[in-house]
Nanobody, 126 residues
Framework: QLRLVESGGDLVQPGGSLRLSCAAS????????VAWFRQAPGKEREGVSC????????NYADSVKGRFTISRHSALKKVYLQMNSLKPEDTAVYYC???????????????????WGQGTQVTVSS
């Protein structure tokens, strides 16, 4: 059973940076598609970024392109989300999600992700 734990959420001022971490137990994440989603109060959960297992291709939501970067650390079995130039509208609970199989591409379709972390709160406010 794959267990995911997110960390790194915090209160940060607009323009600041945070790095979120998704740690996996038991299994490496190298051969699985991994994504970050977020959910703000009163809004639906939305895809932020994802990374494929084969070749490491990435996707980003238009709202975060140029500001967020997703990456893997294979030895530590972690996936990171580096978030720069944060805006108040980035405030949300951020979730790490993993598919049960590998793929050369990744999407933001919620039902494709079998494993989810508990979430970490990111608040961007002055």
């Amino acid at each position: 059973q794959l267990r995911l734990v997110e960390s790194g959420g915090d209160l940060v001022q607009p323009g600041g940076s945070l790095r979120l971490s998704c740690a996996a137990s038991e299994f490496t994440l190298d051969n699985r598609v991994v994504a970050w989603f977020r959910q703000a109060p009163g809004k639906e959960r939305e895809g932020v970024s994802c990374i494929s297992s084969l070749g490491g291709s990435t996707n980003y939501a238009d709202s975060v392109k140029g500001r967020f970067t997703i990456s893997r650390h294979s030895a530590l079995k972690k996936v990171y989300l580096q978030m720069n130039s944060l805006k108040p509208e980035d405030t949300a609970v951020y979730y790490c999600a993993v598919q049960s199989y590998g793929s050369a591409w990744c999407t933001f379709h919620l039902d494709e992700y079998e494993y989810w972390g508990q979430g970490t709160q990111v608040t961007v406010s002055s």
